[in-house]
């Protein structure tokens, strides 16, 4: 129950703070995580954790296959399988 009402307060502190500060704010915080997220170097970072990521899923599944209900077993490799090999999770193309 503690962590339930630390979890409103928290809310509505942010609420409260967020609509003092506005909409130019907002748009100065989105410009800026926008910026952020074109960054070369951040998307490469990006890209190459996520590559990281799904390379290690596999071999897990591989691993645990056995272990893992069929069905899901069976989506995941499905959901593999349907992936484009030059785009990333971004809908974008490695270059």
Known sequence: MRY??????????????????????YEELRKGAQRIAQNPAVRNTAESAAQNARALAGRGLDRLGH??????????????????????DWGTTNT
Do not use: H, K, M, N
């Open 4 to 25: 339930r009402l630390t979890f409103i307060a928290g809310l509505a502190v942010g609420y409260v703070l967020g609509t003092r500060a506005g909409r130019e704010r």
């Open 67 to 88: 272990r893992i209900p069929a069905p899901v077993a069976e989506r995941v490799r499905s959901l593999r399988e349907q992936r484009v090999a030059d785009e990333d």
